[in-house]
Structures are given as structure tokens and as C-alpha cells.
């Protein structure tokens, strides 16, 4: 059974440092992996989807890398600021088919970024 | 201006009541999703929908129902069979693109569901 797993569970930065975060799963046959970032009591915005055939994507600052053979993604925040502050949750889809919308989740990383 | 909306904001269920959530979409979506998400932890699939009329149970779907009567709505009811209803729930949609690999996943805003 796929499983999904976060580390660090919360970081903290000082504002203008670029971090990392990771996101490991333990079946590397995925169709996509995606990231998102959840607010405090908000719904989840997605932030990048990586397809399987892609090693990475990029929006803005966000940089996010895939690699299925060893079972890991991460995604890359450049000159962090205080509004990036939130959790970031990386998903993937099941492999036995079907709908891929059904996610399997990690518990995410709380990022604090301090001005 | 499109999207995913949920309803209400917060609700707060008395012992051995039926509360029932609202999520509507106005984005054409053929799929929607109903997550659970209890603090420090991630989401977890109560249940889902690939088409009207059809729906299917996920990995906690014990003490929960659904409907899907039409394409815009998914509501979410929680039985009093359901002990430890007190979560974060969110309802989530999404397109079947060409390929499963470009399939996206679009979430509403949350119900916080509270135990009198």
C-alpha cells in the first residue's frame, strides 16, 4: 500500500532563505505527485503537479523536482517571506487505477518564515 | 467567477444527530471527493464520485453518507453512527483529462465540524 511521508513535521526559517522541503513515497509507480499549501483553517491550493515523465516544475519561486526511482520529491522555496508561511502537503494518486483524484496524502510540514 | 463552495463555515452537532454539509461546484467536474483532515494529520478519503448518480466508499467511510443526484453537488452527511465526527472536512472536484496524469484536484474552503 502506497504511503506518504513528510519530514521535517515544521521548519523554521528567517526571512529571504531558501529552504527545502521533502515528500518520499514508498511505490515509485505514480502518475503525478502534486503539492499544495494549506493556510490555517482553509481548503488546500495546489501549488505544482509533476507529471511521471517530468523531473520538475517551476512557478515563480517554487521549484518542485520528481524522482520516481528513489521514491522522493521536493519542493524548493527561493527567498522565502513571511506570506509563504503556511503547510505544505504533497499528494499522490493511487496506482491500481482509476480515479486518480482519490489522493493519498503526507501529513505535510509546517513552515514558519520570520521576518 | 468559478470554483468549489462548501457550507456552512462551522457546524456543531448535538449527540445522536444527522448534520449534513453542502458542496457545491460550478466548475464542470465530472469527479468530486469528500477528505476528512484531524489535527497534525493528513487528509483521509471518506468517499467519492466519478459520475452522477454513482459513488464510491473510500478508506473511512464508516458512519458517513452521500448523494450525488446532480454534477454541481456532493453533499456529505454525518450519521450518529459516526462516534468521532469532530474534524476539518474538505470536498474537492476534478476534470479527467486526456491523460490520469494531468488530473487536478481542486478544494473547497473546509467545514469545521464541532461535538456539542
Known amino acids: 500500500k502506497q504511503e506518504v511521508t513528510q519530514i521535517p513535521a515544521a521548519l523554521s526559517v528567517p526571512e529571504g532563505e531558501n529552504l527545502v522541503l521533502n515528500c518520499s513515497f514508498t511505490d515509485s509507480a505514480i502518475y503525478n505527485l502534486q503539492w499544495f499549501r494549506q493556510d490555517p483553517g482553509k481548503g488546500l491550493t495546489s501549488l505544482l503537479l509533476i507529471q511521471s515523465s517530468q523531473r520538475e516544475q517551476t512557478s515563480g519561486r517554487l521549484n518542485a523536482s520528481l524522482d520516481k526511482s528513489s521514491g522522493r520529491s521536493t519542493l524548493y522555496i527561493a527567498a522565502s517571506q513571511p506570506g509563504d508561511s503556511a503547510t505544505y502537503l504533497c499528494a499522490v494518486p493511487p496506482n491500481y487505477g482509476g480515479s486518480q483524484g482519490n489522493l493519498i496524502f503526507g501529513k505535510g510540514t509546517k513552515l514558519s518564515v520570520k521576518p | 467567477d468559478g470554483g468549489i463552495t462548501q457550507s456552512p463555515k462551522y457546524l456543531f452537532r448535538k449527540e445522536g444527530q444527522n448534520v449534513t454539509l453542502s458542496c457545491e461546484q460550478n466548475l464542470n467536474h465530472d469527479a468530486m471527493y469528500w477528505y476528512r483532515q484531524d489535527p497534525g494529520q493528513g487528509l483521509r478519503l471518506i468517499y467519492y464520485s466519478q459520475i452522477v448518480n454513482d459513488f464510491q466508499k473510500g478508506d473511512i467511510a464508516e458512519g458517513y453518507s452521500v448523494s450525488r443526484e446532480k454534477k454541481e453537488s456532493f453533499p456529505l452527511t454525518v450519521t450518529s453512527a459516526q462516534k468521532n465526527p469532530t474534524a476539518f472536512y474538505l470536498c474537492?472536484?476534478?476534470?479527467?483529462?486526456?491523460?490520469?496524469?494531468?488530473?487536478?484536484?481542486?478544494f473547497g474552503s473546509g467545514t469545521q465540524l464541532s461535538v456539542l
Open positions: 474537492a472536484s476534478s476534470h479527467r483529462g486526456r491523460r490520469l496524469s494531468d488530473e487536478k484536484l481542486f
